[in-house]
Every structure is written in structure tokens, then in C-alpha cells.
């Protein structure tokens, strides 16, 4: 472990953290935009900007970039940290005039407007880059990403065209501190062709990326709920069965097994995606399969392989 001291505090780190994940841990507040903990740390907001003292030397760092060390003297709020914040906070709300969480971060430090000599724009994007970092790292779809530079620098598809290789996740409008990515569900899509409008049915569109899919529809409860290119794409890199998502995950039910009827074959136990399954003996010294219901995510795929129909899913009320 390592001790460093926060705003006149001692405090442990663990070997290879960042200096904002130390603060938070130990309720210390500092303010972020493009920080997720499922990305890699990029440091473009610079919001999160701290005062660091090691050895003689004192510096305005990114704390979720820079790690840890011992000896460390770390100031959060220092009139040097507030300045750098305030300045950081009038060039994103001059960008972004109408985004709430910039209006609110503004005036959580006394900006009400930005200083006359800023040109005003009235963009929705603070270009933190998480759509496109969790597209990369998380998603691994690599569909949208930067273009431009300087002040024509923007987030888009490539070419501004459709993006292709959008599963259609929504992963990107879930991270987006601003709400400026919009993923729209349609019960009756159409899609307007030379010979003209055809009918598409269930469709997710996300308008920004120029990209519409069609969903596949739950057969249990009738209703669509995911893009049918994503939920392929996870058939062809994953071991699942074709009929893993032919049920939705919220109509989803751990089975179970009738010890009357079950010869404990095994059958459901290799066809398992989870390994959810594994062989018991029962109080009548008997080989029966079982289900873990903590480990099984209900899709059903045992009750399909199961060859004397033991296996069975809970009826809905």
C-alpha cells in the first residue's frame, strides 16, 4: 500500500491507481466529464485537474490519469485548482450554452455566463470522448470516432455517412453526459426505397450515426427488444445456441428439473452456455441433473436438449 495525503489528510492507495480514484474512495469530491470506469482514463475534460506536490516540484494534473505515489501531497480545491476549473467551465459553457449538467457544473462554481470576449456557440457536444472510447474498448465495434481538429473537431460515422458497423447497442447514448446521442425504438419502421416505402417492422434507430436496424422480437412476450445484427454478432463470437436470444432477458426463468422424469444423461449439462448444470445424488441414490439458479440465465436452451422433456420453465402469473 502506498500513503499519500489529500487535502491535509493521510490516506492508503493501492499500488497502480489514479489519484481520482483514491479521492473518491476516501468521499472526497472531484468533478468529471469524460471519466468511466468501464474506459480507459483520457483526461480530456480536464475538470478533474488537482495540485500536486512531489518533492519540490508542484503541478496542475489530470487526477484520473496520474497515479498514485508515495509522498504525494494532493490539493483538490486550492485557488490554483478552483482557476483552472472556472477556465475549463467557461470554454464548455460558451460551447455549450444549453447542456444542464455544464450549466450545473458552472454554477457550482459562480459562472453564470462566459467572459464577454468568448464567442458563443450552441453545440450539445463537450467532445469527452466516451461514445467513442466504450465503442473501441467496450463494445469493440469501432463504428464512430473523431474528425477535424481544432475548433471543426466533432464525433461522428465515418464520412458522416451510415456506420456500418453499429450493432446498435446504445452503449454510446448510455455514457453520454450530455443526452446528445439519441437511440429511438420504432414499433413499425419503414424504410423508404426507389420503388417505395417498404415496412421493416420493430427498428432501432441512432440517429447520430446515420444507422437503423431491425429487433428481434421476444417470443414470449411478443415484444422487440434488441437490434438482430448485435444479438448475431454475439452468436458468431460466443458458444451459444441459435436459440439463445429467442427469449428476452426480463421474460427470462431459472427451470427446473423433474427427478421423476430426468435419467441424468447429462444432455443439458454440455449444451449449457453458463455452465449452470452440473449432476446430484438424491436422497433416493439416484444421478438427477440440477439447475444453480444463481449461475443460470434462463434462456432456455436445457428445455430444448433435454430428451425426456424433464426440464421445465416456471409458468408465468
Not at 90 to 110: D, Q, S, T, W
Request: hydrophobic letters at 35%; one cysteine or more.
Amino acid at each position: 500500500m502506498i500513503t499519500l495525503t489529500i487535502n491535509g489528510k493521510k490516506v492508503k492507495a493501492r499500488n497502480g491507481t489514479t489519484i481520482l480514484t483514491v479521492a473518491r474512495e476516501n468521499g472526497i469530491d472531484i468533478p468529471t466529464l469524460c471519466y468511466n470506469d468501464a474506459v480507459e482514463p483520457y483526461g480530456a475534460c480536464r475538470l478533474c485537474v488537482v495540485e500536486i506536490k512531489s518533492g519540490s516540484m508542484t503541478s496542475i494534473e489530470t487526477s484520473c490519469t496520474y497515479p498514485v505515489a508515495e509522498g504525494l501531497e494532493v490539493q483538490t480545491d486550492s485557488p490554483d485548482v478552483i482557476a483552472a476549473r472556472k477556465m475549463v467551465l467557461e470554454l464548455l459553457l460558451a460551447r455549450c450554452p444549453n447542456v444542464k449538467i455544464v450549466k450545473e457544473l458552472a454554477a457550482r462554481y459562480g459562472i453564470e455566463r462566459p467572459s464577454e470576449h468568448l464567442a458563443m456557440e450552441n453545440d450539445y457536444c463537450v467532445l469527452c470522448g466516451l461514445c467513442v472510447r466504450g465503442c473501441h474498448e467496450v463494445v469493440k465495434a469501432a463504428a464512430i470516432g473523431f474528425s477535424g481538429n481544432g475548433k471543426n473537431k466533432k464525433v461522428e460515422s465515418p464520412f458522416g455517412l451510415e456506420a456500418e458497423a453499429c450493432i446498435g447497442c446504445g452503449s454510446c447514448a448510455f455514457v453520454c453526459p450530455t443526452g446528445i446521442i439519441k437511440v429511438r425504438d420504432f414499433a413499425n419502421a419503414t424504410e423508404v426505397m426507389p420503388a417505395g416505402e417498404v415496412a421493416i417492422g420493430p427498428a432501432r434507430n441512432i440517429e447520430n450515426w446515420n444507422r437503423t436496424l431491425p429487433m428481434r422480437v421476444c417470443k414470449e412476450s411478443g415484444n422487440a427488444y434488441a437490434p438482430e445484427y448485435m444479438l448475431r454478432r454475439f452468436l458468431d463470437t460466443m458458444l451459444l445456441s441459435p436459440q439463445f436470444f429467442d427469449i428476452s432477458p426480463s421474460y427470462r426463468e431459472c427451470p427446473s428439473v423433474d427427478e421423476d422424469l430426468c435419467v441424468g444423461c447429462g444432455a443439458c449439462i454440455e449444451e449449457c452456455p453458463v455452465g449452470a448444470i452440473h449432476l446430484k445424488i438424491t436422497e433416493k441414490k439416484t444421478i438427477r441433473s440440477t439447475i444453480m439458479p444463481t449461475h443460470c440465465c434462463g434462456c432456455r436452451t436445457c428445455t430444448m436438449y433435454c430428451v425426456r422433456s424433464a426440464i421445465k420453465v416456471p409458468a408465468r402469473a
